[in-house]
């Protein structure tokens, strides 16, 4: 997953969590929002239905007190106790005893009546222009046949308020007069201070019509003395408003106040009593609290855990990052330069081929990388792969990438096809390394060679890298098809040739090799062909510069002196007089510390003299330590082997090899028997001369290899070569040609 996938995903989750977050908040919202006018509305029905109640109690209560008035006026009308003075006046005084009213009366239609006022005496000359003014009403309307309540007066026995009940007195069915007792209000304060108003949170007031207090329940909130609800802190000033419309018009309302940071809910109603309302007061908030408290704590709570998640989000997504950052640092990074890796490389070289045509990819590595990190150790190598990723960066172009795949190879993506311009480039960071790293001390140079592809891509770039591999002389090679074929092949050898050792593919084929003196046969050169399973053949060039390179050659060539010894015992065994057989034998083996040693095991085994076996090896090999080569040669003559120098003068083959190295047999490269128009004759005869004559007086024979013409033949022999091969004579056949052609006459 790249950073923008990363990025895009936590972003899409962060508007998930705010936008269900936001969701779930709102959601609570409602549902506090819907619990709390539930729990309003709920309030409003139940203030309304108690209020109700508490109206009717009281209602309840005059009607209660006014019953017992008219119950006592119906005995009057049975008796005769209102026209006898004396008999009312005890009446009243015995029946005042047992109520609880202030004061009792009787008045007289006509004249005048009795009133009693326990504590206050009676009086016998009582009428009705005695009473006050709102009793005197009541009275009046009694006295027309209703039962009625007067309105509220001052007393004037005491500093209370008093109403009067009072009811029709009948004399023969007409009024004779009306029977009254007053009363307080106090008659409801058991009903306004019971504890059980909206479940005893509340408290229920009695007003008159203007909105002063009849009765003030003793549960009161406000405590301080005011005589109407308008005064002190009971109403705000919105409230206030509302209630002053209510009283005016007789409506009932709903209203808020607050005092002392207490909230309290009221409702206001009026009576079917006097003009007077009720004034139920609820402390909702104080009630609500505690369900409020929890709501609020629990969407605080709420909130508070959506920020914390918000924030571990921030918090997590920063790690994330960061981790993420190391993570893609890792995947798409080479932990040793900081280069990219080849993830890297070819996830962008995909995207820039898409659109860009004219580009190449080179590949680039170190020669003998392995040696850099011996001669300086692991950190030192390391340190020269940092100083390469510094000299490619500093030489590409915008744009231009490159990448450190394993080791020490790299790969760059070079905008442009030209391949002299590309060329040039390359040269200029294999230049810089080189420059550089040629340390003062050890005089090691670190050579870079690389191979590129035209709008091709990193695995051709190193089919072209791997086709310059050995050779120190070129540093740069194009992709071509041809390359890619040869690579396929070498793939093919080397993942067969194992199969093929073991399936004896590998065939002895035999080429003579004559005596010049009297045109005799006199030996043989073993030389090998892969015969593939279809019959057809592999000739040595094909096979054994891959094998000396992967060193395979080691087991082939020892298998080749095996099939040599198996032809000599098969010769031997027939009763054929044998001949030498010449068998070549590449560096690596021939340096090997055991291999004499091998060679005596195979001779043994077949039984074979080990002086019929010849071992060519390639002057090449004179590079190496001479010493070293000599006591090779030396212990291998001590076992009865032979030693020759193949293709003498085909290289660097100086003439102190011929002194130093105590070979048995000197083998002239053909390329002195083939003439060039460059070729200066005369001088040429005159080398091989002095060459074959040295050779003569150290002991060595020499052979001419290539021997084509007969020409050839007279001219080597003419200088004193000792023998010839070449296709003069015989091509390599196979060993069952060799010995039915030559071998059979030997018997
Ligand atoms: P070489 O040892 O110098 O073998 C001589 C090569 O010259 C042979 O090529 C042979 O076919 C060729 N030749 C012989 N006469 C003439 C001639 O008159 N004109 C021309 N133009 N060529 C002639 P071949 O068989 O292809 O072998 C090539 C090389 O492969 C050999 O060169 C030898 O170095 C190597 N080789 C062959 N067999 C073996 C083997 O079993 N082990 C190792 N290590 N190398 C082998
Ligand atoms: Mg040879
Ligand atoms: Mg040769």
Known sequence: MDEKKLRKQLVRMAVIIICSSAVLCAVVIGVFAYILRASHEADHTQMETETQEYENRILIQLDKNLQTLATLSTSYEVSDVVEDPQKLEQSIVETNKVTSFVSMAYIPRKGEGVLNTPGHGTRNDFS???????????????LQGENAISKMFDSEVSDTKLFVYSVPVYQDGSIVGA?????????????????TVMGGRGYIHILDAKGNFLVRSENTLVKESV????????????????????????ESMFGDFEYRGEKCHFYLEPMNFNGWYLFCADRRWSAILPFGNTILLIGGAFIFILLLSLVLLCIGYHKFRKSAALLLQMAYFDSVTGARNTVSFDRDFTEISKTKKNYTIAALNVHNFKGVNDLFGIAGGNRVLCYIKQVIEENLKEGEIFCRAAAD??????????KQALTTRVEQIIT???????????????????GLAVQGDREKALVALQSIQHTHRINTAFYNAELHEKLRKKNIIESYMQTALQNKEFKLFLQP?????????????????WQKPDGSYRYPDEFIPLFEENGFCIKLDLYMVERA????RGWIDAGIKPIPISVNQSKLLFLDRNYPAHLEEIVKRYNVHPSFIMLEILEDLAASDLGQINAQIETLHAKGFKVSMDDFGSGYSSLNMLYQLNIDELKFDRGFLRQGPETNHERRQIILEQIIQCAQKFGISTVAEGVETKQDRDNMAILGCDYGQGYFYERPISAAQF??????GRR
């Open 565 to 568: 010894c198996e032809q000599i």
């Open 409 to 418: 190879m790299f790969y760059i993506l070079f905008f442009g096809t030209d």
């Open 179 to 195: 029977l009254a007792a007053s009363d307080t209000l106090d008659i409801f304060k058991d009903i306004v201070n019971g504890n």
């Open 432 to 450: 810089t390394v080189r420059e550089a790293t040629t340390h003062a001390d050890y005089s090691y140079e670190v050579s870079l060679y690389s």
């Open 739 to 744: 010995s039915e052609k030559y071998m059979n």
């Open 227 to 250: 005589t109407s609800i308008f005064d002190g802190p009971y109403l705000s000033e919105n409230a206030r408003s509302m209630a002053q419309n209510a009283f005016s018009n007789r």
């Open 128 to 142: 009705l222009n005695d009473c006050s003014e709102y009793a005197k009403e009541a009275i009046q309307r009694s």
């Open 513 to 529: 090799k004559y005596s010049f003196k009297d045109d005799s046969l006199a030996s043989a050169e073993a030389l090998v062909r």
